[in-house]
């Protein structure tokens, strides 16, 4: 199964970590959205799509990438996130974009993630230490359950 994860960790890193376990369980080529030509990823039977949550919707590089996407009929893709509060609503967006592409949605995952967004850089953030051990374990979990379901 060849895999690929494009993804955008902008200010923590958080994202980045969750991806790179993900990538690792799947064998998976990692990207950012400007490093890969939208028809590539065709190339690919599993994608996944995942960005910290800005706003309540994922980041606006990642989705203006998926507006820009050709068709994706019979394409499995999986989205996922961090978050200062996960909130699987806030993936509403993305994967309405991701249907209206044709593309077979798999699953979706969430974690709370270091934030330091606005005032809540005046008290160090919420979410000290986040992604954790926990998150990352429970992140390579989600992995492994997509692998059953390819």
């Known amino acids: 199964m060849k895999t690929?994860?494009?993804?955008?960790?902008?200010?923590q890193g958080n994202t980045k970590k969750i991806a790179e376990r993900m990538g690792k369980v799947l064998k998976a080529k990692l990207?950012?959205?400007?490093?890969?030509?939208?028809?590539e990823i065709l190339n690919y039977d599993l994608i996944g799509?995942?960005?910290?949550?800005?706003?309540?919707?994922?980041?606006?590089?990642?989705?203006?990438?998926v507006n820009r996407?050709?068709?994706?009929?019979?394409?499995?893709?999986?989205?996922?996130?961090t978050a200062g509060k996960p909130d699987k609503l806030s993936h509403r967006r993305?994967?309405?974009?991701?249907?209206s592409k044709g593309a077979d949605i798999v699953g979706e995952f969430s974690c709370e993630g270091l934030d330091k967004f606005g005032p809540?850089?005046?008290?160090?953030?919420?979410?000290?230490?986040?992604?954790?051990?926990?998150?990352?374990?429970n992140a390579?979990?989600?992995?492994?359950?997509l692998i059953k379901k390819m």
Do not use: C
């Open 4 to 11: 690929l994860i494009i993804y955008n960790s902008v200010h």
């Open 31 to 39: 990207v950012k959205p400007d490093e890969i030509g939208l028809k």
């Open 49 to 65: 799509f995942g960005s910290g949550i800005y706003m309540w919707r994922h980041h606006r590089s990642l989705l203006d990438f």
């Open 69 to 81: 996407l050709p068709d994706l009929k019979d394409k499995r893709v999986f989205v996922f996130s």
């Open 94 to 99: 993305l994967k309405e974009k991701l249907e």
């Open 120 to 137: 809540l850089r005046l008290i160090g953030g919420i979410n000290k230490g986040r992604p954790n051990q926990k998150d990352l374990k």
């Open 140 to 145: 390579e979990g989600f992995a492994k359950k």
